[in-house]
């Protein structure tokens, strides 16, 4: 089983409508990054949590990492077609410098 | 300027064949790491290096063979290439204990491996 689980796998949402993604980790996570990648492109960093409850925005894209530091939700408000992408969770184990990420998450917007 | 360059960006090769990707890091971090993304988006790493010194080394074939001549570079060769090898490796950087301190990771665009 994986380290890091994303739900869902895949998602199609309609323009205008919100959506959320998960990001769940059975250990606890002392670095919890969100990153997006569109088709043939590298990762854009998009936001990094580290706190238990922390909450970071950036434009309609906002993203929590739970008290407990085992999962992390990402929230677009208002999606728009270029929101479409990949979104990859990575996470920073205690003790491990490596970032492992999940599954993935594959955004399609229509219009 | 680039901050993580990989090159080449695409590279069809036929199996058996030995190959290299070359990265390149101009931000000053003193490690870098390979990934390989499989065709189902997955993500998992492959190598880390700190400082020319390797430190992460997953369950990787020995056809591969990471090599860090500084530390602003981590190149990464592949001998007797197999089908199975053809995925998109992604090469990036960051400073040592980056997560503890809340700093990023850097990736390059990806290196799109096809072995024919």
């Known amino acids: 089983s994986q380290e890091l689980e994303q739900s869902p796998q895949s998602l199609i949402v309609q323009e205008g409508k919100n959506l959320t993604i998960n990001c769940t980790s059975s250990?606890?996570?002392?670095?919890l990054y969100w990153y997006k990648q569109k088709y043939g492109e590298g990762l854009i960093f998009l936001m990094m949590l580290q706190k238990g409850g922390e909450e970071k925005s950036h434009e309609k894209i906002t993203a929590k990492l739970d008290e407990k530091k085992q999962q992390s939700s990402l929230h677009i408000t208002a999606s728009q077609p270029s929101h479409a992408g990949i979104y990859l969770c990575?996470?920073?184990?205690?003790?491990?410098?490596?970032?492992?990420f999940g599954t993935g998450t594959r955004l399609t917007i229509i219009p | 300027d680039t901050a993580v360059s990989q090159t080449p960006k695409y590279l069809v090769t036929q199996m058996g064949n030995d190959k290299s990707i070359k990265c390149e890091q101009n931000l000053g971090h003193d490690t870098m790491y390979w990934y390989k993304q499989d065709s189902k988006k997955f993500l998992k790493i492959m190598f880390s290096?700190?400082?020319?010194?390797?430190?992460i080394n997953e369950t990787v074939p020995n056809r591969f063979s990471p090599k860090s001549p500084d530390k602003a570079h981590l190149n990464l060769h592949i001998n007797s290439l197999e089908l199975g090898d053809s995925a998109v490796y992604f090469c990036a950087s960051s400073l040592r204990g980056a997560g503890a301190r809340g700093y990023g990771y850097t990736f390059g665009s990806g290196t799109r491996l096809t072995v024919v």
């Open positions: 250990k606890t996570l002392y670095g």
């Open positions: 290096y700190n400082n020319k010194e390797l430190i």
């Open positions: 990575g996470a920073l184990l205690f003790g491990n410098e490596k970032l492992t």
